[in-house]
């Protein structure tokens, strides 16, 4: 899940997961429309479930192959690990613990004896400044239609043979992936539909594909995502065509090369998440292979999403904002902003009480805006005085027909 909505803490995609060995994941299900409750945390969907009687909270993750619960969750819930399965990270590979859990309740959904696997999901938890104690993966969700209401920050599971209205999007089922094929700046990409991510994401290999015989673009350095110590770049996609829309200046991360996890993969050409996907009510029918996108009436862009001063952060055990990542160039970097500083007050407010929304709000506005900024550093407190500038694509995502 790669937090990386208003420049703040970045950890990468939660945890996406191939299986190499067959897994019997899901049992009885009761198959009953149901309105999930939910929210919409920085585009990440949250929904309140229940895991054997224990109150959860689960990222809803179509880039995850299969449904998992935090480690800690899991050993709180006294569930002990089955099995290993190999599994393939956006960055790495490895094996995950499988444990069973007996019911899952989310309103008058049940389902039972699921086969799920475990992962530590701590920092996309302290990313969101929520805690996450696991993800619905496309093992459960593709047994629904499911619509996103980004805007009403609503989840909506109904049974998978519901009509649907507008044309349906085909998308390409790759084990339990799904993949949706779009054009950028006119190069056919094929991108992995994650609404787990907030953040789009080119390879490599996408990146290659659509600077060939191009001019490089501009591009903004030292964005951070967990599970690599390497950094990505921020480059702005003037026009992105999606079935029968275009539409104008998408930034995305571009990520260095790897050697292991999905972005290794050659046919893998990146990420779409939810910062596109947010301005439409989505319905997902992955059963048929289907995406449905229907304007959203109620969307507004946020046109300072990158009108800032160009840091990442996250809450450290103190209760202040650590700075996780400076990108390059940018008011921060120019300021000699270190990672490790401490955040200790902007604008005057202190940040010890403030959420990663509340700070996120303080360090935007229009480009030239002035941010007094206190931070601790290996030489001790210092203030600081920038101002915000427009980092990456100068108008917000604009669709047109």
């Known amino acids: ?88 990270k956006p960055y790495s590979s490895g094996k995950n613990q499988i444990v069973r859990v007996s019911d899952l309740e989310i309103q008058s959904i049940h389902s039972s004896d699921l086969n799920v696997m475990t992962d530590d999901l701590a920092a996309s938890s302290g990313a969101l400044g929520v805690r996450i104690d696991g ?71 996408g990146w290659a594909k659509l600077n060939r015989d191009k001019t490089l673009l501009p591009l903004i350095d030292g964005v951070r995502s967990s599970g690599t110590s390497a950094t990505s770049k921020l480059a702005c996609i003037q026009r992105v065509t999606l079935g029968r829309n275009s539409y104008q200046n998408l930034p995305v991360r571009v990520q260095p090369p790897m050697s292991a996890g999905i972005f290794a993969n050659p046919v893998v050409d990146g990420l779409l998440g939810s910062d596109f996907l947010m301005q439409f009510v989505v319905s997902l029918d992955l059963a048929n292979n289907a995406l ?69 709000r303080q360090l935007h506005g229009k480009p030239g805006r002035e941010i007094q900024l206190t931070i601790r550093s290996e030489g001790g407190p210092r203030t600081l005085n920038l101002r915000t500038r427009n980092l990456v694509c100068e108008f917000p995502l604009n669709a047109t027909r």
């Open 135 to 205: 993800v619905l993966g496309n093992d459960f969700l593709r047994r629904f239609t499911v619509t996103l209401d980004y805007s009403a920050g609503s989840v909506t599971f109904e049974h998978r043979s519901v009509s649907h209205p507008g044309v349906p999007i085909n998308l390409d089922r790759v084990g339990n992936r799904y993949f949706v094929h779009l054009k950028f700046d006119g190069v056919l990409l094929s991108f992995l539909l994650d609404t787990g991510t907030n953040f789009s994401a080119l390879s490599q290999s």
């Open 292 to 360: 449905y996108l229907n304007p959203d009436r109620n969307f507004t862009a946020d046109r300072d999403r990158f009108s800032t001063i160009g840091i990442q952060f996250a809450k450290d055990p103190s209760g202040y904002f650590t700075i996780m990542a400076v990108w390059r160039p940018t008011p921060a970097s120019e300021a000699n902003i270190k990672e490790g500083d401490q955040i200790l007050s902007v604008n005057g407010l202190n940040t010890i009480e403030m959420s990663q929304e509340d700070l996120s």
């Open 1 to 88: 899940m790669g937090r990386l909505n208003r420049c703040r803490s970045a950890p990468g995609v939660l945890s996406r997961l191939v299986l190499f060995i067959p897994l019997s994941v899901l049992g009885g299900t009761a198959f009953t429309s149901a309105d999930a409750q939910s929210r919409n945390v920085d585009g990440s969907f949250l929904v309140d479930a229940r895991v054997d009687g224990s109150l959860a909270v689960l990222v809803l993750d179509t880039g995850a192959e299969h449904s998992l619960l935090d480690r800690e969750f899991a050993k709180r819930l006294g569930l002990h690990p089955i099995a290993d399965a190999d599994v393939q």
